[in-house]
């Protein structure tokens, strides 16, 4: 698919056709999220698949479905044949700028201007998303409530932050959210031309 | 261009030819990452376009070029006719989640697992990465170390954090980053199945 085409496709699609999807399907998409970009190549991003129909309703529950559910949606976490868990470490970052070629004439590491552990999580979490449509799925990104849940349920060290779920799946009639009706943010609020 | 071959094509380019990127594919880049996603559908993220050479200079010193020509390298900031600053606000999240569709019935806003503010800035900074390659130039993301500086500089809002510098232009012969040679991580580290 064209680019262009997969990023103008690509919305979150909450509900998911009764139909797997292939392991090699979704390690393709996991594979090319490797290619997202990370600060100082620390490489900090992971991901978890989840196929396991028990462990994703539990998945789900952290994300508390229930509250989508009661809002009209389908229950669509637990549903999506395959969730995908994208994960950053920010001690990961800070190991890597202790590094002797990253570290100031002091031996000090940076001042973080910006959390780049979550930044490089959002990229590769981007990749996934366009990936699936390339591949001819949809997905929906859902933030889970319960972080401590969530690191228990997959077996998650602490000092790895599960940062999300992507559920992804066939497509199947969805409800769409209801935020979209903000519309669009005026352009003017959005591209500043040499200032803001 | 494909997908899949904009994604394995994009690396960090730290060096430009002299050569200007015309106003209309500066513009379909910025237009393209406007369909990244956001919580809540908050549109949190925005853009700083800036091709003005002064302005340009001054930018790349809140970036410590010196420091990378000290390291070797060319001075890329600088020199890429544009620089695209990809901005945030956390604020405007607070105010999404404060409104009526969003508060829990006590009326209280969310707790935030997840900045997800950066997260959605590493979003809109990938498709911007991407449809740079798409559009036949190349790019490379730098931090900015002076946020200060830059929001002075760029007339920022205090409630925006410009979150890095992309760097933008027509490809000229450079040096790779030395980060590289640390390696791929295992993949048994990056991909888990059902459990971490």
Request: proline fraction near 5%.
């Amino acid at each position: 698919m064209e680019f262009k085409d997969a990023v103008l496709k690509r919305r979150m699609v909450r509900n998911f056709a009764d139909k797997a999807v292939d392991k090699q399907t979704i390690e393709r998409i996991v594979d090319l999220t490797r290619h997202a970009p990370s600060a100082g190549f620390t490489q900090g991003q992971a991901f978890i698949i989840v196929t396991d129909a028990n462990t994703r309703r539990a998945v789900a529950q952290t994300c508390e479905e229930e509250e989508y559910v009661k809002g009209g949606f389908d229950p669509f976490i637990s549903k999506a044949p395959v969730l995908l868990i994208p994960c950053t470490s920010e001690i990961a970052y800070h190991r890597r700028y202790q590094q002797a070629d990253k570290v100031d004439e002091q031996g000090n590491e940076i001042e973080w201007p910006v959390p780049y552990w979550f930044m490089d999580a959002g990229c590769a979490a981007m990749l996934a998303l366009l990936a699936v449509v390339d591949e001819g799925l949809v997905g929906a990104f859902v933030g889970s409530k319960d972080l401590k849940a969530l690191r228990a349920l997959l077996n998650i060290p602490d000092e790895v932050t599960p940062v999300g779920v992507i559920a992804v799946g066939y497509r199947a009639e969805d409800k769409r959210s209801p935020s979209l009706k903000r519309g669009r943010k005026p352009d003017a609020e959005y591209v500043h031309y040499e200032k803001w």
